[in-house]
C-alpha cells in the first residue's frame, strides 16, 4: 500500500464542551456512537484502521467490500463503522463483531452488517488533504463520495447552530452521541484534540454493590453500580471511576463498613457462574472482558445499602454506555428506591434522517 497518508493514523480528537459553539466559522455533524476508523483504500488494497491504532480489517469483511465498491481507488477516509438496527443504532451488536473466530465473523457480517460514515477526507489518489481546511476537504469528500451507496453514507452536516441544536435534542433515541462542531479553516491534527464535541449528561442515584481494586495497589478502582429492575432483581449497570489517587484511598476507608459479611445473601454472588444473555437482562460483574480476556475482573462484594449519585451520558440497552462520574453520597436515599425508573430514555427517532442529511 502507498499512499500520501501511510497506516497507521491516529484520528483527530475533540475537547468536550458544556453548549454548541456559534459563529460564521462553524460547521457541525452528529456525533456517531460506533468504532472510529479511518479507511486507506489503495486499488485492491484496503485496511481499517482504528482509534488505538488497531486493525479493524478482519471483523467487518463486509465494510471492506463496500469501500471497494464504492470509494475511490486511491484515498483515506476518516470516519465512524456503526451497526444500525431499525431505527437506531446498536453498539451492543457492534461489540459483538470483535471475535477471535473467522466463522463467527463471517456469520455476523451477515447477521448483523455493518456501515461506514464518512466524515473527513485525509487523501485523495496522490494528494495529501491533512494542511488543507475542513470546510475544503468536506466538500470534496462529497464530491468524492457522491455516487456511494449503502452501506456506505457520507455523515449529515450543516452550518446552521439551530439545526446542530435539533439533532442535539431530538435524535438521541436514534443513537447518536451528541454533536460535533469543526471549524471551517480547521487542518487534520492526528491525535489532536481540535474538533469541540457536546454530549448527553444526565444524573441517577446508583447502588455501590461492590467495587474493584486498582492495578497499582490496595485502592480502589471503580465502584460497581447497580440498579433493580421491575422483578426485584438487582442488575450490574456498569461502574464509576477515574477518582484521583487520594480519593482513591480515602474510598478504602469509606466502603470498610459495608464489606462486612458483604456476601452473605449477594445478590451477586454467583456472578462466577453466570453468563451475560445476548439481550443483556442479567448482567453481573464478573463476564470476562471482551477486549481482553486476561483482564482481572476480580470484584469486592459491598452490601447492597450504600447510595451514590452519579453523571452519565447515555444508555446502551440496560447498561451505562460509559463510565460513570461520580457525584456524590447520597444516604438520605433508600437503596431499594433506585430502580431503573428514574433515567431518562429518550424518544427513538428515525436514524434515515440523519444519515446522508
Same mark, same amino acid.
Not at 464518512?118 to 489518489?125: C, E, K, N, P, Y
Not at 475544503?136 to 451507496?149: I, S, V
Given at each position: 500500500?502507498?499512499?500520501?497518508?501511510?497506516?497507521?493514523?491516529?484520528?483527530?480528537?475533540?475537547?468536550?464542551?458544556?453548549?454548541?459553539?456559534? *459563529? =460564521?466559522?462553524?460547521?457541525?455533524?452528529?456525533?456517531? =456512537?460506533?468504532?472510529?476508523?479511518?479507511?486507506?483504500?489503495? *486499488?485492491?488494497?484496503?485496511?481499517?484502521? %482504528?482509534?488505538?491504532?488497531?486493525?479493524?480489517?478482519?471483523?467487518?469483511?463486509?465494510?471492506?467490500?463496500?469501500?471497494?465498491?464504492?470509494?475511490?481507488?486511491?484515498?483515506?477516509?476518516?470516519?465512524?463503522?456503526?451497526?444500525?438496527?431499525?431505527?437506531?443504532?446498536?453498539?451492543?451488536?457492534?461489540?459483538?463483531r470483535i471475535h477471535p473466530a473467522?466463522?463467527?465473523?463471517?456469520?455476523?457480517?451477515?447477521?448483523?452488517?455493518? %456501515?461506514?460514515?464518512?466524515?473527513?477526507?485525509?487523501?485523495?489518489?496522490?494528494? %495529501?488533504?491533512?494542511?488543507?481546511?475542513?470546510?475544503?476537504?468536506?466538500?470534496?469528500?462529497?464530491?468524492? !463520495?457522491?455516487?456511494?451507496? /449503502?452501506?456506505?453514507?457520507?455523515? *449529515?452536516?450543516?452550518?446552521?447552530?439551530?439545526?446542530?441544536?435539533?439533532?442535539?435534542?431530538?435524535?438521541?433515541?436514534?443513537?447518536?452521541?451528541?454533536?460535533?462542531?469543526?471549524?471551517?479553516?480547521?487542518?487534520?491534527?492526528?491525535?489532536?484534540?481540535?474538533?469541540?464535541?457536546?454530549?448527553?449528561?444526565?444524573?441517577?442515584?446508583?447502588?455501590?454493590?461492590?467495587?474493584?481494586?486498582?492495578? %497499582?495497589? /490496595?485502592?480502589?478502582?471503580?465502584?460497581?453500580?447497580?440498579?433493580?429492575?421491575?422483578?426485584?432483581?438487582?442488575?450490574?449497570?456498569?461502574?464509576?471511576?477515574?477518582? /484521583?489517587?487520594?480519593?482513591?484511598?480515602?474510598?478504602?476507608?469509606? !466502603?470498610?463498613?459495608?464489606?462486612?459479611?458483604?456476601?452473605?445473601?449477594?445478590? +451477586?454472588?454467583?456472578?462466577?457462574?453466570?453468563?451475560?444473555q445476548q439481550n443483556g437482562e442479567?448482567?453481573?460483574?464478573?463476564?470476562?472482558?471482551?477486549?481482553?480476556?486476561?483482564?482481572?475482573?476480580? +470484584?469486592?462484594?459491598?452490601?447492597?445499602?450504600?447510595?451514590?449519585?452519579?453523571?452519565?451520558?447515555?444508555?446502551?440497552?440496560?447498561?451505562?454506555?460509559?463510565?460513570?462520574?461520580?457525584?456524590? +453520597?447520597?444516604?438520605?436515599?433508600?437503596?431499594?428506591?433506585?430502580?431503573?425508573?428514574?433515567?431518562?430514555?429518550?424518544?427513538?427517532?428515525?436514524?434515515?434522517?440523519? !444519515? =446522508? *442529511?
Open positions: 500500500m502507498e499512499l500520501p497518508v501511510q497506516p497507521p493514523v491516529k484520528p483527530m480528537l475533540a475537547k468536550p464542551a458544556t453548549k454548541i459553539p456559534t *459563529g =460564521d466559522e462553524w460547521f457541525y455533524e452528529p456525533k456517531w =456512537d460506533g468504532f472510529r476508523c479511518i479507511v486507506f483504500r489503495d *486499488g485492491d488494497e484496503v485496511e481499517l484502521g %482504528s482509534r488505538n491504532e488497531r486493525p479493524l480489517t478482519r471483523y467487518f469483511p463486509e465494510v471492506v467490500a463496500a469501500v471497494k465498491a464504492n470509494l475511490p481507488r486511491r484515498c483515506v477516509v476518516d470516519g465512524e463503522i456503526i451497526v444500525p438496527r431499525g431505527d437506531r443504532l446498536h453498539f451492543e451488536a457492534l461489540l459483538q473467522q466463522s463467527r465473523i463471517d456469520l455476523l457480517a451477515e447477521q448483523t452488517p455493518a %456501515s461506514f460514515v464518512a466524515f473527513d477526507l485525509l487523501a485523495l489518489g496522490d494528494e %495529501s488533504l491533512l494542511e488543507a481546511p475542513f470546510g475544503d476537504r468536506q466538500a470534496r469528500l462529497r464530491t468524492a !463520495l457522491a455516487d456511494a451507496a /449503502p452501506p456506505i453514507h457520507v455523515s *449529515g452536516i450543516t452550518r446552521d447552530p439551530e439545526t446542530a441544536q435539533r439533532w442535539f435534542e431530538t435524535f438521541e433515541g436514534a443513537g447518536l452521541d451528541g454533536v460535533v462542531a469543526k471549524a471551517a479553516d480547521l487542518p487534520y491534527g492526528p491525535d489532536q484534540r481540535l474538533m469541540t464535541k457536546v454530549k448527553h449528561v444526565r444524573t441517577a442515584d446508583c447502588i455501590v454493590a461492590g467495587f474493584r481494586w486498582h492495578k %497499582s495497589g /490496595p485502592i480502589v478502582g471503580s465502584l460497581l453500580l447497580g440498579l433493580y429492575d421491575d422483578a426485584g432483581d438487582l442488575q450490574h449497570i456498569g461502574v464509576a471511576a477515574s477518582f /484521583p489517587m487520594t480519593r482513591r484511598a480515602e474510598l478504602v476507608e469509606e !466502603l470498610a463498613p459495608y464489606r462486612a459479611e458483604a456476601l452473605d445473601g449477594h445478590p +451477586w454472588q454467583d456472578w462466577a457462574n453466570a453468563q451475560v442479567n448482567r453481573m460483574p464478573g463476564a470476562v472482558s471482551r477486549w481482553n480476556a486476561k483482564k482481572d475482573l476480580s +470484584w469486592v462484594p459491598l452490601r447492597p445499602e450504600l447510595v451514590v449519585e452519579i453523571k452519565y451520558d447515555q444508555l446502551e440497552g440496560r447498561r451505562l454506555r460509559h463510565t460513570g462520574q461520580f457525584l456524590r +453520597w447520597r444516604p438520605d436515599r433508600d437503596a431499594r428506591s433506585c430502580t431503573y425508573d428514574q433515567l431518562d430514555v429518550p424518544v427513538r427517532y428515525d436514524l434515515a434522517e440523519v !444519515l =446522508d *442529511g
